[in-house]
């Protein structure tokens, strides 16, 4: 049936094969690309964001932490006041960080998490609370027994570890999803080598079947021409095969 079809016909089919393949390459390696891209923005935009905000309510406790024992050692009322107004400023940027984390954090475990911290929040804000009460007061005997003790060091402690908690457990999410990226990496690529290859392949059989379809059949005339040129006529023409515009041109000779 192929051969039957028209020289112009079959240049044009194979082409728009050879076209049909391109799009599909194109459609997979965009349709991956958006899948990256996807990875990519849980990275930055996601797991990053939880990570960076837990690091800097760490911070904040530990700039609070240094507050508190400046307090306790400070003789200064002004560079006190000073004191106060920074613990002050911290707890507030911390309340604001834990509401920005509620507000993102939707796993079952980083929910768990973020409760814990919660609960280890307040326990610790309590005492500093106390400190700056003791601090207005200027009661520096009794801010030094506090910050000094058990009790305050023990929910420090806690606090902190329960956002390390919740950053080691995004840090883990963090390397989940680059592992994937890599695999949707790896398998886009080769999934689009296979096709390059499959393509290249497709072409390298169209231009052979194309050349084994017009020339050899091109050459049988021209030797055919040749001969009739030079008032040969005794040989015999070749059989017709097919109908395109070779097979007729052979016919009629």
């Not at 192929?2 to 194109?26: E, P, Q, Y």
């Not at 475990?109 to 200027?138: K, S």
Request: hydrophobic content about 45%; overall charge negative.
């Amino acid at each position: 049936m192929f051969n039957n079809l028209r020289i112009g016909t079959k240049l044009t089919a194979s082409f728009l094969l050879l076209i049909v393949l391109m799009v599909i390459i194109i459609m997979v390696g965009v349709t991956r690309l958006n899948h990256l891209k996807s990875d990519l923005d849980i990275i930055v935009d996601d797991r990053y964001q939880k990570v960076h905000l837990a690091e800097q309510i760490i911070t904040n406790a530990m700039q609070i932490a240094v507050e508190m024992r400046n307090l306790a050692i400070e003789t200064d009322v002004k560079a006190r006041q000073v004191d106060l107004e920074q613990i002050k400023t911290n707890q507030k940027d911390n309340l604001n960080y834990m509401a920005r984390l509620e507000k993102i954090v939707t796993s079952r475990e980083a929910i768990a998490l973020l409760r814990i911290i919660d609960e280890r929040q307040n326990t610790y804000q309590e005492i500093q609370n106390e400190v700056i009460a003791l601090g207005q007061a200027n009661n520096i005997e009794a801010i030094k027994n506090l910050v000094g003790s058990e009790k305050t060091t023990q929910a420090r402690g806690e606090y902190e570890q329960a956002v390390r908690n919740l950053i080691a457990y995004q840090e883990k999410m963090m390397e989940d999803t680059q592992s994937e990226t890599l695999q949707n990496y790896q398998s886009s690529r080769n999934l689009m080598i296979l096709i390059g290859i499959l393509a290249l392949l497709f072409a390298a059989a169209v231009a052979f079947y194309l050349i084994r379809a017009i020339v050899p059949p091109i050459n049988n005339i021209v030797a055919i021409a040749k001969r009739v040129a030079g008032g040969d006529l005794s040989g015999e023409f070749p059989p017709v095969k097919g109908h395109d515009e070779i097979g007729e041109l052979n016919a009629a000779f």
